[in-house]
């Protein structure tokens, strides 16, 4: 890692130097040993204003590679600096998916005219892209897929791929159709190697491919995929006609791309914090969740002036009221990340709700119970008050169940209502564990406040 660190450290002072020297033979030397996630890296880590002369210092499939390879933002503001044209010449080196992605941040207005300067070749296979939710199987897949018809020889593929194979990135398998392109089965290209080269496809392809449909979340695709092992999966139409495939790059970056966005999910922003830069967007984007904490605060510190008889008959109840939310959001966020993380990686079906409760309520229970004894023992220790100990307790065995249901339900009940589960987490698992925390915990102890002979 310290390596690849200070190789990068190399590269990008190197580019700096040779940006500021304005020598454009030194500056194509200093990019002839880059790839395209090197140069990426170097364009990201570098001021806008040389974002564009870099660019377009380097060649064009070193320049296509970066730009596919940056992140939204920055791949935004730099295809919104460059003309129909430039932004043509760069996509026609790339894969289909990747020339829609970047098509997708060309700002609306210019889109026609870049599409009219593309193949058509490439324009037929983005226009069909674009007609798909960018967050599904269709809005991932490429099109560039090796096609074979039954009937065909081992020979007759192995002749087929000698052909295409420079037009097809990343080939595992060899999909056989039918004459209106209905997905047959699969190839892997490794059995072309051993099979007899006069044997038909359809003795020896798997007649009974995995294959995920047009219209499938990318989420779910990510699922089929690590449950599966894959490299690619065929995708199909609803009629079941061969539309594209998925290879495991395209789910390596779905991969990341969810976990930015329930990463700032969870922390109340959103996922183009990573890229934006305008303080007053940063700003806007944060607010509606500040506000939330806030009026969960303040509404806290009402119901808490609703018990200040309790509160000042026993003052050391509000020395425990910190202890008392912070140990519920805790356990709610651990609770409700965990549920959240099963539910990305299909660890966990509707269908399994009931159970996985039940699980999560056992667990509640050996925590709640360790802690409040340990809060009881304590308490004794330094109030010399058994009572007061075992009353603090019990809240707090209380508020752990609550917090530990609250923490696994709210995320399975989001996703029945098909809302992304991250948002369970953050604010609201937070504000909610505080608020209903104090009323548990100050309503169980003015309950009990004659018992512990304190009461007014």
Known sequence: MEEREERFEHMLELVRSTLESGDPARLRGALSEMRGADAADV??????????????????????????????????????????????????????????????LIPPEHVPAVLRRISREDYEDVAELLKFDEETAGGIMAREILTVRRGLTIQDVIDTIRKEFKDVDHIQS?????????????????????????????????????????????EEVAAVFSRYDLYSLPV?????????????????????????????????????????????????????????????????????NHFKASIESVLALAFFVPVITAMGGNVGIQSSAIVVRELA???????????KL??????????????????????????????????????????????TVLGALIPMLLKRVNIDPALATGPFITTFNDILGIVFYLGIATLFLDWIGRGP
Request: aromatic content about 4%.
């Open 43 to 104: 364009l990201a880590a570098l001021p806008e204003e040389q974002h564009l002369p870099l660019l377009r210092a380097m060649d064009r499939e070193l320049a296509s590679d970066a730009l596919a390879m940056l992140d939204e933002g920055i791949a935004r503001q730099i295809l919104s600096r460059l003309g129909a044209d430039e932004i043509a010449d760069l996509l026609d080196p790339l894969p289909s998916d990747d020339q829609t992605d970047l098509i997708n």
């Open 174 to 218: 060899v999909y056989v159709i039918d004459a209106n392109e209905t997905l047959l089965g699969t190839i892997p290209l490794v059995h072309l190697l051993v099979e007899d080269p006069g044997r038909r496809v359809e003795e020896v392809m798997d007649a009974d491919p995995l294959t995920v449909k047009v219209d499938t979340d990318q």
């Open 236 to 304: 199909v139409d609803e009629s079941g006609r061969l539309a594209g495939r998925i290879t495991v790059d395209d789910i390596i970056d779905v991969i990341e791309e969810e976990a930015n966005e329930d990463i700032t999910m969870m922390a109340g922003t959103g996922d183009e914090e990573f890229w934006e830069r305008s303080p007053l967007r940063l700003s806007r984007a944060r607010l509606p969740w500040l506000l939330t904490g806030l009026f969960g605060g303040i509404t806290s510190a009402l119901v808490m």
């Open 345 to 355: 990686t299909g660890g966990i079906s509707i269908v399994q709700t009931g159970s």
């Open 358 to 403: 039940l699980r999560e309520l056992k667990v509640a229970l050996i925590n709640g119970a360790v802690i409040a004894s340990v809060l009881l023992g304590i308490v004794w220790l330094w109030r010399g008050d058994p009572k007061l100990g075992l009353l603090l307790g019990t809240c707090m065995f209380a508020i752990i169940l609550w917090a």
